[in-house]
């Protein structure tokens, strides 16, 4: 089955710096690749997704990368801002099983 | 629309009581998974259903939890007889085409 490893594990960034994080996949046949911020004692949210047909996706300060030839994919986060701070995580999923297999999360810490 | 939502958003419990977790999925959404997050393991996937059928039971950790969705708004975790290692937050998530949205979460301690 499928699996994502996810990294760096924790990461401290400046504020006013980029942040990126990035994940591995297994199976080629996954095509739907969502990240998800969980700020303490909440509930994870969807931030951002790409699909395999598409290479980049952003969103204001937040984009994503897919290289589907290496199986692999960023997160990237610039000017970052305290409200940054959260564990964020990344999934991947198989076409028509709509099953997420998770990474094991990265905790960004923003400092002022 | 009010999101996913979960009942009760805490519990606490005996060992050894049974517990019962609910949730109701996003109106028009077709999945819904139950999750089960904590600091060792991380976000843990116990079952889906599609169109209120289990799909994949297999991240289900013993005959003591068991689901249903009896209905496309409804569905149920249930654990029997709970034992402290159940401690956790059991968070439900629907979706339709792909994008699942959590429900807040219940926070379940076993004592």
């Known amino acids: 089955g499928e699996n994502v490893e996810q990294h760096p594990s924790t990461l401290s960034v400046q504020e006013g710096d980029s942040a990126v994080i990035k994940c591995t996949y297994s199976d080629s046949a996954s095509n739907y690749f969502p990240w998800y911020k969980q700020e303490l004692g909440k509930r994870p949210q969807l931030i951002i997704d790409i699909r395999s047909n598409v290479g980049e996706k952003k969103d204001q300060r937040i984009a994503v990368t897919l290289n589907k030839t290496a199986k692999h994919f960023s997160l990237h986060i610039t000017e970052t801002q305290p409200e940054d701070s959260a564990v964020y995580f990344c999934?991947?999923?198989?076409?028509?099983?709509?099953?997420?297999?998770f990474g094991q999360g990265t905790r960004l810490t923003i400092n002022p | 629309d009010a999101g996913v939502i979960q009942s009760p958003r805490h519990e606490v419990t005996e060992m050894g009581q049974e517990v019962t977790l609910r949730c109701k999925p996003i109106?028009?959404?077709?999945?819904l998974f139950w999750y089960r997050q904590t600091m060792m393991r991380g976000l843990e996937l116990l079952i889906y259903f599609n169109n209120n059928v289990p799909i994949d039971d297999s991240g289900m950790p013993e005959d003591r939890f068991s689901a249903k969705m009896p209905n496309a708004s409804f569905s149920t975790l249930k654990i029997q007889p709970s034992e402290p290692r159940d401690s956790a937050v059991y968070f439900c998530?629907?979706?339709?085409?792909?994008?699942?949205?959590f429900g807040p979460g219940t926070r379940l301690t076993v004592t």
């Open positions: 999934a991947a999923a198989t076409q028509g099983a709509q099953k997420l297999v």
């Open positions: 109106s028009g959404h077709d999945y």
């Open positions: 998530a629907s979706s339709l085409w792909y994008e699942q949205y």
